[in-house]
């Protein structure tokens, strides 16, 4: 009488485990498209796996856990790029830029409206990426892989607010180690016109 319960208390948790299925793997579409919402206006991005399969795996986990959410874009150089990528909490970004992913092949080049990965070398790309606002050939010659592009709303990703310029020390105002650093806790009492992310989101 005694082994019924004995058995029973191994047998329930053994069962209770046996509920828990592990989370499916996400299958990222070979085309998807981007909605941000931005502090200027909504535009899209379309991305492709055959245009950087690695770059666009790792944008799709991005925007699937809303990385980019409150995000500034903290680096608008007109006739240039304006970047973004930066999560809001540099607790998290701490982990997340370490996070390196493969490089890509280049299948696009850096024209106006496409979306390439920052990097500062080989297998250093993860979550910083900018949008090219003028064909930058000297940016194919440097290896930056372009793996999505705004089909819609390129007119607010140009009014972009632009007045801080390019980065210390080419520039004046912000220091690209805080920004790493502090992220949104640097960013926005000291640069109060950055426009920002809103949120981002898949579209049917």
């Excluded at 009488?1 to 793997?25: D, E, I």
Aim: with cysteine.
């Amino acid at each position: 009488m005694l082994a019924q319960p004995k058995l029973a208390a191994v047998l329930l948790p053994m069962f209770l485990a046996g509920c828990h299925k592990p989370p499916p793997k996400v299958i990222v579409p070979a085309v998807f498209h981007v909605r941000f919402d931005t502090s200027k206006g909504p535009f899209v991005v379309e991305a492709r796996r055959e245009w950087a399969p690695h770059g666009v795996d790792r944008f799709h986990e991005l925007v699937r856990i809303h990385y980019f959410d409150q995000g500034r874009f903290f680096r608008v150089v007109p006739g240039f790029i304006a970047q973004f990528g930066v999560h809001r909490d540099f607790n998290v970004h701490e982990k997340w830029r370490e996070l390196f992913i493969p490089d890509d092949p280049p299948a696009l080049k850096n024209l106006r409206g496409t979306l390439a990965f920052a990097m500062s070398g080989p297998q250093t790309r993860a979550t910083e990426i900018f949008i090219n606002l003028a064909d930058n050939m000297v940016l194919d010659q440097q290896d930056f892989v372009p793996f999505a592009k705004v089909t819609d709303g390129m007119n607010v990703v140009d009014q972009l607010y632009a007045g801080y310029g390019e980065m210390r020390p080419e520039g004046k105002y912000i220091e690209p180690g805080r920004v790493e650093g502090e992220a949104n806790e640097y960013l926005v009492p000291r640069f109060p016109k950055l426009d920002y992310i809103i949120k981002t989101t898949f579209l049917p």
